[in-house]
């Protein structure tokens, strides 16, 4: 079970597989649940290290991009679209989870992608970005992670 909300995490961890399986061909390499080292941030609770590992770590011909996956139902307990349940909302929310420096610089030089779906197909704009960055097929790749968040 999803530590998040609770929900199981298949659906989750089928959209990161094939993603990253169609992703392939299209780019110089794919490395699936990469721990990222430079994004692990002591919890000061614990005092133990959360560990930072991201989805999917694509290496490109321009960039080396940290794909995190979310899919998410768009509408709040009472039915109604809410704020937090928007795909720019949990875009953000995938941006904030990572640290940076004091002047907002992230600790990595691998850009943070969020792919963040939500449960009637819709797909986040910076899924949409990256996907155009990696080839022809982009509107391929959103279709098919809309048809993985159903």
Do not use: W
């Not at 993603?19 to 000061?44: C, I, M, N």
């Not at 720019?88 to 929310?93: F, I, L, M, Q, V």
């Amino acid at each position: 079970m999803c530590r998040g909300g609770g929900h199981s995490h298949h659906r989750h961890d089928a959209c990161r597989d094939v993603l990253g399986r169609h992703l392939k061909p299209l780019v110089t390499s794919v490395k699936f649940e990469q721990f990222v080292h430079e994004l692990a941030q002591p919890d000061e609770a614990t005092g133990e290290t959360r560990a930072a590992r991201l989805d999917l770590v694509v290496l490109t011909k321009d960039q080396k991009a940290l794909l995190d996956v979310r899919i998410f139902h768009p509408l709040g307990p009472t039915g109604r679209r809410a704020g937090m349940y928007s795909l720019s909302a949990n875009e953000n929310d995938k941006y904030r989870r990572y640290p940076t420096h004091q002047d907002g610089r992230r600790l990595t030089n691998a850009v943070i992608v969020p792919i963040v779906v939500n449960t009637f197909g819709a797909v986040g704009e910076k899924a949409h970005e990256f996907f155009k960055s990696v080839g022809t097929r982009a509107n391929d790749l959103a279709d098919l992670v809309s048809m993985m968040g159903v």
